[in-house]
C-alpha cells in the first residue's frame, strides 16, 4: 500500500501569497479611501457652514450691526459656532478667513449700506486639495446676502453671484 506525505504549504508559496495580497491592497485602497461619495460629503457639509454663515451674518446685521454685515469672524461666534457645534475644529487663517476640515471658507466679502443701496456679503467655500486622489471636494460655492449657494461645477472655479444655483 503506497502513502502520500502530506507536506503542506512551502514558504515560497505563502510568500507568493502575501504578495498577491499586498498589490490587491494596494490597488483598492486609494479607490475605498476617498472615493467621490467622501467629496460629495465634503460639499454637503460646506454648504451646511455657508448656511449657517448667512444665519449668523443676517442675525448680526438685524442686532449688533445695524443694517450691516461684518467679516469679522469672532463677531459671527456667538451666532454661528453654538448653532452649529463646530468652535473647535474651526482654524482660522485670516480675519475675514477660516478652514473647516477639507473646505477654506472666504474672503468673505461685505459692503457697507448706504443711502442708495443695502449693505451686502458674500463668501466662497472651495476644497483644499483639488486635485489628484486627495481631491477633498468636487465643486465650490458661492453665498451671499440672498441666502440662494450657487456653484461653479469645478473645484479650481471661482463661482459668483451670476453662477448657477445648487439644485
Known amino acids: 500500500m503506497t502513502r502520500f506525505k502530506n507536506a503542506g504549504f512551502s514558504l515560497l508559496e505563502l510568500l507568493i501569497v502575501l504578495a498577491i495580497l499586498f498589490v490587491i491592497v494596494l490597488i483598492a485602497q486609494p479607490i475605498c479611501t476617498m472615493g467621490g461619495s467622501g467629496r460629495s460629503a465634503n460639499g454637503a457639509s460646506a454648504m451646511h457652514l455657508l448656511r449657517n454663515l448667512h444665519t449668523a451674518q443676517t442675525d448680526y446685521a438685524l442686532g449688533k450691526g445695524k443694517g450691516n454685515f461684518t467679516k469679522d469672524i469672532d463677531a459671527l461666534k456667538p451666532l454661528f459656532f453654538p448653532s452649529s457645534g463646530i468652535e473647535n475644529s474651526v482654524v482660522y487663517a485670516q480675519p475675514a478667513s477660516f478652514f473647516r476640515k477639507n473646505y477654506a471658507f472666504g474672503p468673505i466679502k461685505v459692503t457697507p449700506a448706504t443711502s442708495t443701496s443695502p449693505a451686502r456679503f458674500s463668501c466662497i467655500a472651495r476644497p483644499v486639495n483639488t486635485k ?30 451670476n453662477s448657477e444655483p445648487v439644485r
Open 132 to 161: 489628484g486622489r486627495k481631491r477633498t471636494g468636487n465643486d465650490t460655492f458661492f453665498i451671499d446676502e440672498t441666502g440662494i449657494i450657487r456653484h461653479s461645477g469645478s473645484p479650481t472655479v471661482w463661482p459668483d453671484e
